[in-house]
């Protein structure tokens, strides 16, 4: 996505080979008018599925699962990453370590918004070590749906979560790829054909 590059390039900021900053329009502060394109750019790649629901974790993947959701005229389900009060016990649950936090952390979707009728379309703003993505889709082959794909604005290509996810037979596409990047570079990988 042309426009999601040139955008990076404005405004990005590389804190480190590994670490983009992004959040003047994407993920702290967010650009409504170019959310909302990165849904309906979702929409089109994954329009030959039929999509019953948008899924992704919560908090910076939700403006791009509700922007995606709103392209397919479907419902969007964000998992969570604490239990709260409301929540009954039907949850699926699945453990994911974060390497950036060093932690583990329990990441959970009531049973009653997720079921065999389902085909799931995932989204996420960054596809990095994969982990929290790679806890999505044992929730979605858990909760017996099928699984759409995965949808990501982001993807970090040189770290490994496109291997981790393509590894549990997962169709992934992501917006933009960045092939390498260090402070003052960065490099985008060719667009992928869909
Ligand atoms: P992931 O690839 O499955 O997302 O897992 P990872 O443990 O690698 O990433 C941990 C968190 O850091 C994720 O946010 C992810 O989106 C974010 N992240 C990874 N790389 C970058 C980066 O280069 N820039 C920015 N800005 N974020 C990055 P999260 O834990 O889901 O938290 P939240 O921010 O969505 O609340
Ligand atoms: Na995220
Ligand atoms: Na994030």
Known sequence: MKLLEERIRQEGLILSDTVLKVDSFLNHQVDTVLALEIGK???RIFADEPVTKVLTIEASGIQFAMATAIALGVP???AKKKKAVTQSDAVYSVPVHSFTRQETYQVSVSRRYLGPDDNV???DDFLATGAALAGLVDIVNESGAKLAGVGCVIEKSFQEGRDLLERKG???????RIASMSPGEIRFAEEERT
């Open 170 to 176: 997962v169709r992934i596409h992501s917006l933009v």
């Open 76 to 78: 969007f389900l964000y």
């Open 41 to 43: 750019e979702f929409g």
């Open 121 to 123: 379309l995932i989204v």
